[in-house]
């Protein structure tokens, strides 16, 4: 009996000590995300590791406002109808104080929608679509790369190597054919003699000869890619074995950071060699301590290289916890006030969101990047050709072309 009751005390002891944690309820943080077809589930998993990463190093140093962080996932499928039902949810019945790690604009357009009527904070993870910033809801924070950056940089890029005749392949999403549209007019002000068109390309199929055939007759000099995977890996297998490109005449260039993805080569093998690539993430950027410590975590955890996505998805979760911080409150006008007037110290070195309308609206708009081509297969990013590093001019002389 006496055992019993020591045991007894011994038990309540650790209960009263660890009672304050116990009784400390998590803030709520809410993910919708692609875990599932036919969306980009490649891409949900990378938010979804950037996400978990950064709320696990918060929670190791004690979380935020004396309260651990959960993040709540809603599985979206890349399907707009979806996205809106998972944020109603999470908003509703979950009770979040707030969304971050949307990845496809067609869903994001959607779900602001809802965060908007409830006045919820919403932090754009991956949605590229200028349409998103302007609505110019003041809940909509947006950490993520646009469209008008990617296709005013493509544009340019097309002009400097002097090319005649440009076809771009856009996947059916707002991302797509965004983009897609957007380069052909920017490149009518910096290059109007470029010959260019670009077809739209269901991103649930899984055959494009149609669309590639014609090209093996009159090849052009550039196919731009403004597709995300699975699809854009099939387009690419599938220019390769028709002899379109990469050719000595015809290159491929992405403007949706494919090699970015851990699958790539995978899926792409010889078809991704000679790949020119815009890109948000190169480890010759300069990095924060912090995203070189989530880096090396991403490492331990999975075995592969981080890029852009992981750090895209811990910056949107960290905009939300330095928000909580700033106003010292989980309310929702509260937080987006603070997240609209403080600085933001973010992973990737963001200072503050322009405030003008449009596409620019609480947006980062000086985001780094760089232009890379792949030459060689299996090749990490690190060892990439940088054609054009952060801050300096497109060298069209560093492009390798195959020999036929």
Same mark, same amino acid.
Not at 24 to 49: F, M, N, R
Not at 123 to 142: A, I
Not at 259 to 287: C, I, R
């Given at each position: 009996?006496?055992?019993?009751?020591?045991?007894?005390?011994?038990?309540?002891?650790?209960?009263?000590?660890?009672?304050?944690?116990?009784?400390?309820?998590?803030?709520?943080?809410?993910?919708?995300?692609?875990?599932?077809?036919?969306?980009?589930?490649?891409?949900?998993?990378?938010?979804?590791?950037?996400?978990?990463?950064?709320?696990?190093?918060?929670?190791?140093?004690?979380?935020?406002?004396?309260?651990?962080?959960?993040?709540?996932?809603?599985?979206?499928?890349?399907?707009?109808?979806?996205?809106?039902?998972?944020?109603?949810?999470?908003?509703?019945?979950? %009770?979040?104080?707030?969304?971050?790690?949307?990845?496809?604009?067609?869903?994001?357009?959607?779900?602001?929608?809802?965060?908007?009527?409830? %006045?919820?904070?919403?932090?754009?993870?991956?949605?590229?679509?200028?349409?998103?910033?302007?609505?110019?809801?003041?809940?909509?924070?947006?950490?993520?790369?646009?469209?008008?950056?990617?296709?005013?940089?493509?544009?340019?890029?097309?002009?400097?190597?002097?090319?005649?005749?440009?076809?771009?392949?856009?996947?059916?999403?707002?991302?797509?054919?965004?983009?897609?549209?957007?380069?052909?007019?920017?490149?009518?002000?910096?290059?109007?003699?470029?010959?260019?068109?670009?077809?739209?390309?269901?991103?649930?199929?899984?055959?494009?000869?149609?669309?590639?055939?014609?090209?093996?007759?009159?090849?052009?000099?550039?196919?731009?890619?403004?597709?995300?995977?699975?699809?854009?890996?099939?387009?690419?297998?599938?220019?390769?074995?028709?002899?379109?490109?990469?050719?000595?005449?015809?290159?491929?260039?992405?403007?949706?950071?494919?090699?970015?993805?851990?699958?790539?080569?995978?899926?792409?093998?010889?078809?991704?060699?000679?790949?020119?690539?815009?890109?948000?993430?190169?480890?010759?950027?300069?990095?924060?301590?912090?995203?070189?410590?989530?880096?090396?975590?991403?490492?331990?955890?999975?075995?592969?290289?981080?890029?852009?996505?992981?750090?895209?998805?811990?910056?949107?979760?960290?905009?939300?916890?330095?928000?909580?911080?700033?106003?010292?409150?989980?309310?929702?006008?509260?937080?987006?006030?603070?997240?609209?007037?403080?600085?933001?110290?973010?992973?990737?070195?963001?200072?503050?969101?322009?405030? %003008?309308?449009?596409?620019?609206?609480?947006?980062?708009?000086?985001?780094?990047?760089?232009?890379?081509?792949?030459?060689?297969?299996?090749?990490?990013?690190?060892?990439?050709?940088?054609?054009?590093?952060?801050?300096?001019?497109?060298?069209?002389?560093?492009?390798?072309?195959?020999?036929?």
């Amino acid at each position: 009996m006496l055992r019993s009751l020591r045991f007894a005390a011994g038990v309540l002891g650790s209960v009263l000590l660890l009672s304050p944690a116990l009784a400390a309820d998590p803030i709520l943080i809410g993910v919708s995300l692609t875990q599932s077809p036919p969306g980009s589930v490649v891409q949900g998993t990378q938010v979804k590791d950037g996400m978990e990463i950064l709320k696990d190093m918060v929670n190791a140093k004690g979380g935020v406002l004396g309260r651990p962080i959960k993040l709540l996932y809603e599985d979206n499928q890349g399907i707009p109808e979806k996205g809106r039902a998972a944020t109603e949810k999470l908003i509703t019945s979950d %009770k979040v104080v707030a969304l971050a790690g949307g990845h496809q604009s067609s869903v994001c357009l959607a779900e602001i929608e809802v965060a908007h009527r409830y %006045k919820v904070p919403y932090v754009n993870t991956n949605c590229w679509s200028d349409d998103v910033r302007k609505r110019g809801y003041p809940e909509v924070f947006n950490t993520s790369p646009y469209n008008t950056l990617v296709s005013s940089t493509m544009a340019q890029t097309l002009a400097t190597m002097k090319v005649k005749r440009v076809v771009a392949f856009a996947e059916n999403t707002d991302y797509g054919i965004g983009q897609a549209k957007l380069t052909g007019e920017m490149l009518k002000q910096v290059a109007p003699g470029i010959e260019y068109k670009y077809e739209t390309l269901d991103r649930a199929s899984k055959d494009f000869t149609a669309a590639v055939l014609p090209l093996r007759s009159n090849p052009p000099d550039v196919i731009v890619m403004s597709m995300l995977p699975p699809a854009a890996y099939l387009v690419m297998n599938q220019v390769y074995e028709q002899g379109v490109a990469p050719s000595a005449k015809t290159l491929l260039y992405d403007g949706g950071g494919l090699a970015d993805y851990p699958d790539f080569w995978q899926n792409v093998k010889e078809s991704g060699k000679y790949l020119l690539s815009f890109a948000l993430y190169h480890p010759q950027m300069k990095q924060t301590q912090l995203a070189t410590d989530i880096a090396a975590e991403y490492k331990k955890r999975t075995g592969s290289d981080i890029n852009r996505l992981v750090l895209q998805a811990a910056d949107s979760l960290q905009l939300v916890i330095q928000g909580l911080q700033t106003a010292k409150s989980t309310d929702h006008d509260k937080l987006v006030q603070a997240m609209q007037t403080m600085k933001f110290d973010s992973i990737r070195g963001i200072s503050n969101f322009s405030t %003008k309308p449009g596409y620019s609206f609480q947006q980062w708009l000086d985001i780094p990047f760089v232009n890379y081509e792949l030459t060689a297969e299996k090749q990490p990013v690190g060892q990439t050709t940088l054609i054009q590093a952060p801050g300096q001019k497109f060298d069209p002389a560093r492009i390798v072309r195959p020999a036929k």
